[in-house]
């Protein structure tokens, strides 16, 4: 009877086939960067359908100063939103195109996979089965010289994502760590509950405000020196020293004087007070 059973469960891992993740979803997943060797905890909304993307940093104290951001991928156009979280409404959005090495795939096991291996995820009473599969040294698209390797694992019966690690190497051989990174996924939903998360917030997509004007420079010395000497006497009332500027004008604008330093001189700001 033993025999049968381990027969039975060899053949079906023998013919465990490459399968696509759920086309919509959402979980948590662990992120661990080679480069830096740096781990990142965020929770991921996919939706393979519209070819986008939506990423949230998991906010922690754990990392006293560190910054969390959202990121949201458009892959149809070539974009991605990065917005940093805090309290409150978003006060900075970057856009810029989706870095080399995140183009878009449809998330699963690569039709060219090679099954490696079925495993039970657990203990015999409490667990469940998985597929292990990989994809070796193949070419990276848009970065000649630079091949990558795929590995993942998941659940048997549904093509659920229990772990990926993705590769980069160089024409040497070498791991590429700015190109690498290990991920686990947890609480795994399928669909999208929300998708209004895909929409830019108004920071990224409104105008930037314009820079506020540079005070007006101060007068030059001769101006003060000219306006002095023609209207100090005159300096009120206002009307006064105006219409003393004005008959000066000539003589007032060949020192340098503008209409703004005449109003300036002949109505002081704490005249308006």
């Known amino acids: 009877m033993l025999a049968l059973l381990g027969s039975?469960?060899?053949s079906v891992s023998q013919f465990a086939i490459p399968c696509n993740y759920p086309?919509?979803?959402t979980c948590k997943a662990t992120r661990f960067n080679f480069a830096g060797a740096s781990q990142d905890r965020m929770q991921i909304t996919f939706d393979g359908q519209n070819r986008r993307m939506f990423e949230s940093d998991t906010v922690t104290s754990n990392i006293p100063g560190a910054r969390f951001y959202e990121r949201i991928i458009l892959y149809e156009e070539n974009t991605m939103y990065t917005v940093r979280k805090g309290s409150g409404e978003p006060t900075e959005c970057t856009k810029s195109e989706i870095p080399q090495g995140r183009s878009f795939r449809p998330l699963g096991v690569p039709e060219n996979s090679t099954f490696v291996q079925q495993l039970e995820i657990g203990s015999y009473d409490d667990g469940f089965l998985a597929n292990e599969f990989q994809l070796l040294k193949q070419q990276a698209g848009r970065l000649p010289g630079?091949?990558?390797n795929f590995h993942t694992t998941v659940t048997?019966?549904?093509c659920v994502p229990i772990q990926e690690y993705l590769y980069?190497?160089?024409?040497s051989g070498?791991?590429?760590n700015e190109l690498s990174m290990f991920t686990q996924y947890s609480n795994f939903v399928k669909g999208v509950t929300n998708p209004s998360i895909f929409i830019p917030p108004r920071i990224c997509t409104d105008p930037p405000k314009p820079p506020p004007s540079p005070p007006a420079p101060p007068p030059s010395p001769s101006c003060n020196s000219a306006l002095a000497s023609f209207c100090g006497a005159d300096r009120t009332p206002s009307k006064k020293c105006i219409e003393c500027a004005t008959a000066h004008q000539t003589a007032l604008t060949k020192d340098g004087c503008s209409y703004?330093?005449?109003d300036k001189f002949c109505v002081p700001s704490d005249r308006w007070l």
């Not at 980069?168 to 024409?171: E, F, L, V």
Request: proline share 0%; no cysteine.
């Open 8 to 10: 039975v469960a060899l």
């Open 23 to 25: 086309s919509q979803f």
């Open 146 to 148: 630079v091949s990558y």
């Open 156 to 158: 048997a019966h549904s």
């Open 168 to 171: 980069h190497t160089n024409s």
């Open 174 to 176: 070498h791991i590429i």
């Open 260 to 262: 703004t330093d005449i």
